[in-house]
T-cell receptor, first 112, second 116 residues
Framework: AQSVTQLGSHVSVSEGALVLLRCNYS??????LFWYVQYPNQGLQLLLK??????LVKGINGFEAEFKKSETSFHLTKPSAHMSDAAEYFC??????????FGKGTRLSVIA | GAVVSQHPSWVICKSGTSVKIECRSL??????MFWYRQFPKQSLMLMAT?????????EQGVEKDKFLINHASLTLSTLTVTSAHPEDSSFYIC????????????FGQGTRLTVV
């Protein structure tokens, strides 16, 4: 069965600083990987996804993630944090015919 | 991208009553719908998966008689919380995808249920 581990339940960065949210996955078959963002009392919005094409994936709002098979990682980055980036971020994996599995989430705080 | 509309966005009900939450796919046919539950500061937990015209498949530990799921059309799925109790208070989120095993699903806005 597949699983996702998000390192750090809370990450705090200064406005303008690099954002790095870590995600490691486990899967016995080639996975699809996703990053979602959730604002308070809202559903999930897809930031980006990896579906076995390019390993460097660019998403919305300036985010990108790199799939590294050797490290089983799919870390999310953004060069310069903005106040509006403050939210909860979820990494998720889908492998084969099994349902999407979510990590526990990382809350990003942006300090002015 | 594809849009999933979920209603209501929030609801308060009395203990013992039932509440229905609707999830509609607006611009695609959602062959498969997923229902999740999210407790405060926690991740999404899959409750059940439904395919249009079939009975829903519930995850272990989810009471199918309490959480009734109907997926009668390719654009509408409903979750009914029957005989609600305060411990059922939570954030419920649906998502829909195309095909029997969608590689991507699109999420509704979520419903905040409070049982008093």
């Amino acid at each position: 069965a597949q699983s996702v581990t998000q390192l750090g339940s809370h990450v705090s960065v200064s406005e303008g600083a690099l954002v790095l949210l870590r995600c490691n996955y486990s899967s016995s078959v080639p996975p699809y990987l996703f990053w979602y963002v959730q604002y308070p009392n809202q559903g999930l919005q897809l930031l980006l996804k990896y579906t076995s094409a390019a390993t460097l994936v660019k998403g919305i709002n300036g985010f990108e993630a790199e799939f590294k098979k050797s490290e089983t990682s799919f870390h999310l980055t953004k060069p310069s944090a903005h106040m509006s980036d403050a939210a909860e971020y979820f990494c998720a994996v889908k492998a084969g015919n099994t349902p999407l599995v979510f990590g526990k989430g990382t809350r990003l705080s942006v300090i002015a | 991208g594809a849009v999933v509309s979920q209603h209501p966005s929030w609801v308060i009900c009395k203990s013992g009553t039932s509440v229905k939450i609707e999830c509609r796919s607006l611009d695609f046919q959602a062959t498969t719908m997923f229902w999740y539950r999210q407790f405060p500061k926690q991740s999404l937990m899959l409750m059940a998966t439904s395919n249009e015209g079939s009975k829903a498949t519930y995850e272990q530990g989810v009471e199918k008689d309490k959480f009734l799921i109907n997926h009668a059309s390719l654009t509408l799925s409903t979750l009914t919380v029957t005989s609600a109790h305060p411990e059922d208070s939570s954030f419920y989120i649906c998502s829909g995808g195309q095909g029997a095993q969608p590689t991507e699903a699109f999420f509704g806005q979520g419903t905040r249920l409070t049982v008093v």
